[in-house]
């Protein structure tokens, strides 16, 4: 059985297999939820994050959680808005379906996902849950895929959106 749920809480609290970082392009740390799993994992986390030669927009790699609950970091780099006219809302699909597909290929059953590009990158919370929804429900219909997804809000307006979207109000 598949669970998907909407809750409010600091992504790097959470004890799952793996938590998804809004990275940016360098992996190097930065603000917003990036800085905060950087904080909680510790220094080891920049030190694996330096051999792995940046992430592109839309793509992902994983590393360890260091001192996080969370056993893996997955980090994805999702797009900054320029208007939705520069491939924005298929660059932001593709961090879900990348990072879900690195979790079916390490065998993990557990993923919490941050809304992604909607703090300083600027995607308009709307769509940017409704992708989110949509591309993880169909990545869900495939056998073999990560069990439990929690799309880990930071505030209860996101929860809200969320829940709507997932049917539950
Ligand atoms: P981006 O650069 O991809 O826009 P941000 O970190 O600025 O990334 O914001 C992405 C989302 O993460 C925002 O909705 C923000 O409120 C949220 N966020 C910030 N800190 C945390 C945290 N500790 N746990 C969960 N979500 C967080």
Redesign the pocket.
Known sequence: MTTLEAIC????TLDVDAIVN?A?TSLMG????????HRAAGPELVRECMTLNGCPTGEAKITKGYKLKARHVIHTV?P?WHGGVHGEPGLLRACYANSLKLAAENHLQSIAF??????????P?DQAARIAVETVQEFMKSPGTTQSVIF????DE?RMRYDALLGLT
């Open positions: 809480a600091d992504i790097t809004a940016n930065g603000g917003g939820v990036d800085g905060a799993i999702g900054v941050p809304c992604i590009s909607t703090g300083v990158y600027g995607f919370a880990c809000c930071f505030s996101d």
